[in-house]
Nanobody, 126 residues
Framework: QVQLVESGGGSVQAGGSLRLSCTVS????????LAWFRQAPGKEREGVTAMFTSNSRTFYADSVKGRFTVSRGSTKNIMYLQMDDLRPEDTAIYYC???????????????????WGQGTQVTVSS
């Protein structure tokens, strides 16, 4: 059974930083795509960043380029999202997701992912 568990959310002032973690277990595929999505109140879930485990190729939404960085831990079953220069508009619940069948053109589309974590709240105050 595939499980994804996020941690590291919290409250921070604008300009601050947070690092989210996503621990993945139970996935048996050799290669898959890992991603971070977020959903603010009243808005649709949107893709933030994604990474293919096969070649570490990364993708970022324009809104976070240069501020957020996705990476994997040394044990490879943990994905991190380093968020710097946070803005109030980054406030949302952040979810990690995984799927072995995502292709590059769909990496930031939530309907392409079958495995999801429960989410962690990030609040940025001005």
């Amino acid at each position: 059974q595939v499980q994804l568990v996020e941690s590291g959310g919290g409250s921070v002032q604008a300009g601050g930083s947070l690092r989210l973690s996503c621990t993945v277990s139970g996935i048996t595929y050799m290669n898959y795509c890992l991603a971070w999505f977020r959903q603010a109140p009243g808005k649709e879930r949107e893709g933030v960043t994604a990474m293919f485990t096969s070649n570490s190729r990364t993708f970022y939404a324009d809104s976070v380029k240069g501020r957020f960085t996705v990476s994997r831990g040394s044990t490879k079953n943990i994905m991190y999202l380093q968020m710097d220069d946070l803005r109030p508009e980054d406030t949302a619940i952040y979810y990690c997701a995984a799927d072995p069948w995502v292709v590059p053109r769909g990496v930031l589309q939530p309907d392409k992912y079958n495995y999801w974590g429960q989410g962690t709240q990030v609040t940025v105050s001005s």
